[in-house]
């Protein structure tokens, strides 16, 4: 009797270890959405405008992404090839279209980070909002805002 409330007790310590171990991996993330640190990402494979994106995004209670570190952005990157098998030019959140040359993030988080490819942003043409994933080097370009993108969206856990 005594040997079997033993077993029995280490067996529930074992299965509540592990059940303590597998939240530590346990995504807060909702339904399709992939977390890194405290954020949760999504791909949308629908070719919007930079606006209409952001919009998009503020409905699924997020904004378009902002990028604060290498790692990251190379998070990111893997949603975006999971979802496509590739790497499109994508939105994510940065402008500079209330100020030329002062980007800010939609989420309003500061603007430290950046993976500009060579020469960017240029603003040609009056270029004001950021895609990813441009050339070869997969890097940030300024671009028109109203050209048609996929995007990514981002939200707090």
């Given amino acids: 009797m005594t040997l ?3 077993m029995l007790l280490c067996a529930l310590t074992a299965l ?3 059940a303590e171990a597998n ?24 070719t919007m405008s930079w606006a209409m ?17 290498f790692q ?42 950046s993976n500009w490819c060579s020469g960017e942003p240029n603003n040609y043409r009056d270029q004001d909002c950021l895609q990813m994933n441009y050339g070869g080097s997969k890097c940030w370009d300024d671009v028109w805002c109203n050209n048609h993108r996929p995007s990514v969206c981002a939200k707090n856990i």
Avoid: K
């Fill in 4 to 6: 079997n409330v033993l």
């Fill in 16 to 18: 509540s270890q592990a």
């Fill in 23 to 46: 939240n530590l991996f346990r995504s807060y993330c909702p339904a399709g959405w992939s977390q890194f640190n405290r954020r949760c990402f999504i791909f949308i494979p629908r």
């Fill in 53 to 69: 994106a952001q919009r998009n995004c503020v409905s699924l209670q997020g904004t378009l992404a902002s990028v604060h570190s």
């Fill in 72 to 113: 990251e952005y190379h998070f990111i990157q893997r949603v975006i090839t999971a979802a496509t098998h590739r790497s499109p030019e994508t939105w994510i959140g940065g402008s500079d279209a209330q100020e030329e040359g002062v980007w800010l993030w939609s989420d309003g988080r500061p603007f430290f980070y």
